[in-house]
């Protein structure tokens, strides 16, 4: 196969773990013979620094044209305390996926059976987790009317019934992948664009009798993400319920730095970890590649590329079985290993295997 790949790296560990991402394609594209070409593209404060746009048309014209986006991490501290900033990072962020029409965002929140210790919640807990969450990502807060005076400011939390429905369609055919248990999360008892999104499910769910649908308030939802995890099978939400429950979702593996994300929608897919651009640590070579090598995977499960992705998973899970880890998941009394050798470690593997 032929791929583009468009690698916005942005800020911060982003530059790092993004250069892995692109090592460990080229091993997975050299083993089963594919021919791939990467075109790097600015993006966030790094964007805004250089020509003043956190999402320069260029940018989006090279996400356009490629088969698939690998995307690092945005945000810098300089803006994080400013806020009469007019142009920030994260608008670059939110520009892509809006630009690119990417409405779901499908986040795997996953143990690893050797790092079961480094979540905060006990062992017995979180062992055997495995849910995914589907994230509304073009809707709600984050795109809807907004005003900032400054003595009154309002976000819009709008939501309309085909953005509901196309949503929902996603996280029922997940459903029907997986264990067959969808769990629509709202604050039906407050919200009104809850209440839309509840009425839309149960209209839908009839259509999908192998899947049990149960309806959970979001705030009693992030209670039972900790207290049962396992509970849990496919869940869907809107844009800032699926922000935060996906950050708490990270603790129940261990580590922010394991999770990757898919964006998909009618535009080119976009593939990125969870976290953020951990700008205290740039330069370093501290950052786990792990969520970014794992986007890789989710990457080509995504092209119908099943075993490249599966390489990918077992190339991962080779190197935390061999403790080549980066400090935050590291084994007390194990060497330290840095990104880049983390990321060869794996392309390495990949080639070998
Ligand atoms: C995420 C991030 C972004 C979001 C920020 C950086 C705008 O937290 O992808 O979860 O809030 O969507
Ligand atoms: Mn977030």
């Not at 409405?103 to 017995?124: G, M, W, Y």
């Not at 005003?147 to 309309?160: F, I, P, R, V």
């Not at 699926?242 to 990757?260: A, K, V």
């Amino acid at each position: 196969m032929k791929l583009k790949i468009a690698v916005l790296p942005g800020d911060g560990i982003g530059p790092e773990i993004s250069a892995q991402g692109v090592e460990v394609t080229k091993a997975v594209c050299e083993k089963f013979g594919h021919e791939v070409t990467f075109e790097h593209a600015l993006c966030g404060a790094d964007a805004i620094d250089k020509v003043g746009d956190p999402f320069p048309e260029e940018t989006f014209r090279i996400c356009q044209e490629a088969d698939a986006v690998l995307f690092s991490a945005v945000g810098d501290p300089k803006y994080d305390n400013d806020p009469t900033a007019k142009v920030r990072p994260e608008q670059g962020l939110l520009a892509m996926r809006k630009k690119l029409g990417l409405f779901a965002n499908i986040r795997p929140v996953q143990t690893f059976p050797c790092l079961l210790h480094k979540s905060p919640l006990k062992d017995e807990l979180v062992e055997g987790a495995d849910f995914i969450c589907i994230r509304e990502l073009t809707g709600g807060m984050y795109f809807g009317e907004k005003h900032e005076g400054s003595d009154m400011a309002y976000d819009t939390n709008k939501y309309t019934r085909p953005e509901v429905e196309r949503i929902l369609k996603v996280a029922f055919e997940y459903a029907r992948k997986r264990r067959k248990h969808l769990t629509v999360v709202d604050k039906a008892n407050v919200l009104a664009s809850s209440r839309l999104w509840r009425k839309v499910a149960q209209e839908m769910a009839p259509a999908y009798p192998d899947v049990t649908t149960d309806y959970m308030y979001v705030d009693n939802a992030a209670m039972r993400m900790i207290q049962e995890p396992r509970f849990f099978d496919v869940m869907v939400t809107e844009n800032t319920f699926g922000d935060i429950l996906t950050d708490e979702g990270s603790c129940i593996s261990g580590s922010m730095g394991l999770l990757p994300s898919a964006s998909t929608g009618s535009g080119t897919p976009v593939f990125e970890p969870i976290h953020g651009s951990w700008p205290q640590a740039k330069g370093q070579d501290i950052a786990n590649p792990l969520a970014q090598i794992l986007s890789v995977a989710m990457l080509f499960e995504h092209l119908g590329l099943m075993e490249e992705g599966r390489l990918v998973r077992r190339a991962v899970d080779a190197s935390l079985d061999a403790e080549v880890r980066t400090p935050d998941i590291q084994a007390p009394g194990a060497p330290r290993y840095g990104t880049r050798q983390v990321g060869a470690w794996i392309a390495d593997y990949i080639r070998r295997n």
